[in-house]
């Protein structure tokens, strides 16, 4: 594996966020992209360099003043294409952004809905040990249930990390007092 790509990726992505916090106003950014490319190399046996660094990569241009241009010149045309792929339209509304990635997770290549789905699960795990400071219960329960849709509506494509993701959203469910996915 290329280490140096994904140090790399890490490094820019640590210099861009530095001044932001999580939802929850406490954690430090970079502690998120950081657990997506962990739990992919962790959870998922990912090994692809290019697939980990645009998960450490994969909220620089969405939140940052970062341009797909300086990821490209930086990180190369396959970091890129990922990033793009898990970047929200910001001209479209939060409601609109959320239903064009339901809508479109079944288009996402492979290493795209890699990412997206150890991205859920880092939110997903956050809706309970580090929740948005100003989320009522009922918005964390929407939000979870906004990932399972997407989650479900992604191709196959690992294993191990979809039955991670089910896994965490069984434990949320549980936390937010919610009706358990499993059938009885
Ligand atoms: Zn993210």
């Not at 009922?138 to 993701?165: G, S």
């Amino acid at each position: 594996m290329n280490q140096l790509l994904l140090l790399q990726a890490i490094a820019f992505a640590t210099q861009k966020h530095r001044t932001q916090r999580r939802k929850d106003g406490k954690t430090p950014y970079i502690n998120h992209p950081v657990h997506v490319a962990l739990i992919l190399a962790d959870i998922g046996g990912v090994e692809d360099a290019e697939v980990l660094a645009a998960a450490a990569l994969h909220d620089t241009v969405e939140d940052t003043d970062t341009t797909f241009e300086e990821i490209e010149a930086h990180f190369g045309a396959g970091v890129r294409s990922l990033v793009e792929e898990v970047t929200d339209d910001n001209t479209l509304s939060p409601q609109a952004q959320k239903q064009y990635q339901v809508d479109h997770a079944s288009d996402l290549s492979r290493g795209a809905a890699l990412i997206r789905i150890a991205d859920k699960t880092s939110n997903v795990t956050d809706l309970y040990e580090a929740p948005a400071k100003n989320w009522t219960v009922e918005r964390r329960q929407k939000y979870l249930v906004w990932a399972e849709t997407m989650v479900n509506e992604c191709n196959p494509v690992n294993r191990a990390l979809e039955d991670n993701f089910w896994a965490i959203a069984e434990k949320a469910r549980e936390q937010l007092g919610m009706r358990s996915n499993k059938v009885a």
